[in-house]
């Protein structure tokens, strides 16, 4: 029994069939773009020292700053830190640079900020320009292959804000943009520290 279909129905058929195809192409480009971020540079035989157990949500790590030096969760113990995790083709990282900035200088002694550039898809020549372009002063360490802001970046894009307390226990992790009021708002709420 042949079965008699309408050209609308033909159409459809048709439409879903291309609609299907696009998301299939979408779902592939994602999953692309999510190894890319994820997967590390290959070859790369830099990485951090990176240990953080979610149970007892305590953060230990060592690090490099661009300028050659060491910082270690162990350095900064009893002080408050605010991680803020970005990089140079990000546009909203940019915007919020300033904030950081400004928000460091309003509450050094009592809050260190530290900015962390994973390095699986950036460059130290346009982490180093994006860091004078805004003026930022605070510690800057690099994330060779992603290893530090792995376990946080939940949504698979930047920026991604840890808010760590004097013990080393993670109290809050941001993904997206903050300003320089809802910076020192989450820092009061999950540190206890006021600006």
């Known amino acids: 029994m042949s079965q008699n279909r309408t050209p609308a129905s033909r159409g459809s058929g ?16 994602g999953a692309v773009a999510v190894a890319v971020l994820v997967g590390g540079r290959a070859g790369s035989d830099d990485a951090l020292d990176v240990a953080y157990d979610p149970g007892t949500q305590v953060l230990d790590f060592t690090a490099e700053t661009f300028s050659g030096e ?11 830190v605010v991680l803020n995790f970005y990089a140079s083709w990000c546009a909203v990282c940019d915007r919020e640079l300033p904030d950081f ?23 130290d020549a346009a982490q180093a320009e994006m860091i004078e372009r805004n003026g930022v002063t605070y ?19 930047l920026p991604t804000t840890l808010f760590v307390d004097g013990d080393g226990v993670v109290r809050k992790v941001h993904n997206g943009l903050l300003t320089e009021e809802l910076l020192l708002d989450e820092i009061e709420r999950s540190l206890g520290v006021r600006g």
């Open 14 to 29: 048709r439409r879903q069939s291309r609609i299907g195809a696009v998301l299939l192409a979408l779902g592939l480009v």
């Open 70 to 80: 060491t910082v270690s969760s162990a350095q900064l113990r009893g002080t408050p």
């Open 101 to 123: 900035q400004r928000v460091s200088e309003q509450l050094d002694g009592q809050v260190q900020v530290l900015g962390v550039n994973p390095q699986s898809n950036d460059t």
């Open 139 to 157: 510690p800057t360490v690099r994330d060779p292959r992603d290893d530090l802001l792995r376990p946080f970046n939940t949504t698979g894009g």
